[in-house]
């Protein structure tokens, strides 16, 4: 076997056990949180296809989550968490709502109850803060990146790895 031929046999059986390790242990979910600060924590995230989100609700109010079309402003039929309920803080039961996505691409949404949508300059409809919820400067929205791009995947904030974030609940 000459060096070159050896190389190869070596990058093979790494690849092997590299599909053989992602196969086995499917990636962890990533976490979107909201507490009473009316936002998402984690504004944007890159998942996999296939990849679990998971959005997880500290505040003591609830949230609601729905996806939606930049292009149309027509609502995700799938993507379409209608309430989130609230909790009273560390220590008891927080509510949460999973989705994963089959095809790479971006996935906007946004919470109906404090964010609405409206139509922008160019056509494209952007959430606002909704009128009569007061206090709070950006509008509750966020950009979900499904992609299998790996520098793009290793971006993720760190508190996007953690389901509870301990020091973060309130509202
Ligand atoms: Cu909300």
Redesign the pocket.
């Known amino acids: 076997m000459n060096r070159s031929a050896l190389a190869i046999g070596l990058a093979t059986v790494t690849l092997f056990g590299a599909s053989a390790a992602s196969a086995a242990a499917p990636p962890k979910p990533v976490y979107i949180h ?1 507490n009473g600060a ?1 936002e998402f924590l984690e504004r944007l995230v890159f998942v996999r296809p296939g990849q679990k989100v998971v959005f997880v609700n500290e505040d003591t ?4 989550i729905l996806g939606y079309s930049p292009q149309t402003g027509a609502a995700s039929k799938t993507f379409d968490a209608p309430a989130l309920a609230g909790t009273p803080g560390k220590g008891h039961k927080v509510h949460t709502y999973s989705i994963s996505f089959r095809h790479q691409g971006p996935e906007w949404y946004y ?1 109906p ?3 609405e949508l409206a139509k922008a300059p160019g056509g494209v409809w952007l959430p606002k803060v909704r009128p009569g919820v007061h206090g709070f400067g950006t509008p ?1 929205a966020g950009l979900i990146i499904v992609t299998t791009d790996p520098a793009l995947l290793k971006d993720n904030p760190a508190t996007s790895a953690s389901k509870i974030l301990p020091g973060y609940f309130g509202g």
């Open positions: 909201m009316n109010g609830a949230h609601a919470c109850v404090h964010a509750m």
